[in-house]
């Protein structure tokens, strides 16, 4: 067992730890599906640019709705820093020597 499941399988005991993990798990897979929309809005920005639409949408319509999304996965990715900061920090410490 990898010394990340041996953890989580300790935390789920723990019921501190596992409102923590499950607050983490939401944010993570909430990051995951717009991580998707990420996907489909740059795609729509490439077709439309070629073809002039892509479901409706001309590129300017992509491009607006980019920058408002942008902003929503700015915030999401500074939540999941925040609450994985100090297993970030602990990367670092491995990454520096």
């Known amino acids: 067992m990898d010394p990340i499941s041996k953890a989580i399988e300790e935390a ?9 993990l499950r607050i983490k798990a939401a944010l993570t897979t909430v990051l995951m599906i717009a991580f998707l929309g990420v996907i489909f809005i740059t795609v729509g920005t490439v077709i ?3 073809q002039g639409t892509f ?13 408002r999304y942008g902003l929503l996965m700015m915030f999401l990715i500074i939540l999941h820093i925040a609450t ?6 602990k990367e670092l410490e491995l990454l520096s020597g």
């Open 55 to 67: 479901l409706g949408m001309n590129q300017l319509d992509f491009l607006r709705l980019r920058a």
């Open 12 to 20: 789920k005991n723990n019921p501190k730890l596992r409102k923590k």
């Open 84 to 89: 994985n900061w100090r297993i970030y920090r």
């Open 48 to 50: 439309s640019a070629r």
